[in-house]
């Protein structure tokens, strides 16, 4: 009995989702009001948690033009980003993932100007000060080439569970219990998205190689 309300549960809350995105893709300015109500605090979320995994030290208000710029892209051209959602994850994911996509770009961006590493006060000399700086960007633009491989490659359970167990060291059964599933679904899951990652250019070994 639990079980079929969580689903009727889940049925209801995708309808709702649906519902509210061709109501944005329609052009609803009402639609627009309810959506950044809705999902104001995910979206936020979204930022902070990239900002405090890549060390960004964005304050608040690069944040909030985030905000700003994460909302243009899910809203501009008759909410594009939105309609491409076919239902095949939970809204919320989905959405979560387009506003980390635009926190990478902006991360990329200031991580070729070197604007986001402070001064190491153990290493003050210049010249060493800034082959360190310049291995730190290199590390961190390849972290962000892969996490932007990874989700362009792979639906999104499949992207969610290989960042979860390669880049945040969550273990198999904590995955199956977070995406509804069993081990061995996680697991042959896994297997098949790293198949995929190594048609895009290696991309699974550099996974791999991140977890050793």
């Known amino acids: 009995m639990m079980r079929t309300t969580v689903v009727r549960q889940e049925n209801e809350r995708d309808r709702l989702a649906r519902e509210l995105v061709d109501r944005l893709v329609s052009g609803d300015?009402?639609?627009w009001e309810e959506f950044i109500a809705r999902y104001r605090r995910l979206v936020f979320s979204a930022i902070?948690?990239?900002n405090e995994r890549y060390a960004a030290g964005w304050d608040e208000s690069q944040m909030e033009e985030l905000f700003s710029d994460a909302l243009y892209k899910l809203l501009r051209q008759g909410a594009k980003a939105l309609a491409a959602w076919e239902g095949r994850c939970r809204l919320e994911t989905w959405i979560y993932r387009i506003v980390r996509n635009v926190c990478i770009d902006r991360l990329r961006r200031t991580t070729r100007r070197g604007e986001?590493?402070?001064?190491?006060?153990e290493h003050p000399d210049?010249?060493?000060q800034m082959t360190g700086?310049?291995?730190?960007a290199e590390l961190v633009d390849l972290r962000l080439t892969l996490e932007q491989a990874i989700d362009n490659a792979?639906?999104?359970r499949e992207a969610e569970a290989v960042r979860l167990i390669y880049f945040e060291g969550h273990t198999y059964r904590?995955?199956?219990a977070s995406l509804d599933m069993s081990v061995g679904a996680v697991s042959g899951m896994v297997y098949r998205a790293l198949a995929k990652l190594r048609d895009v250019g290696g991309i699974a070994r550099e996974v791999r190689e991140r977890n050793q």
């Open 154 to 156: 792979l639906d999104s």
């Open 116 to 121: 986001i590493h402070e001064v190491d006060e």
């Open 48 to 50: 902070h948690r990239v």
């Open 174 to 176: 904590d995955v199956a």
């Open 126 to 128: 210049p010249g060493r």
């Open 29 to 31: 300015d009402a639609a």
């Open 133 to 136: 700086e310049k291995d730190q």
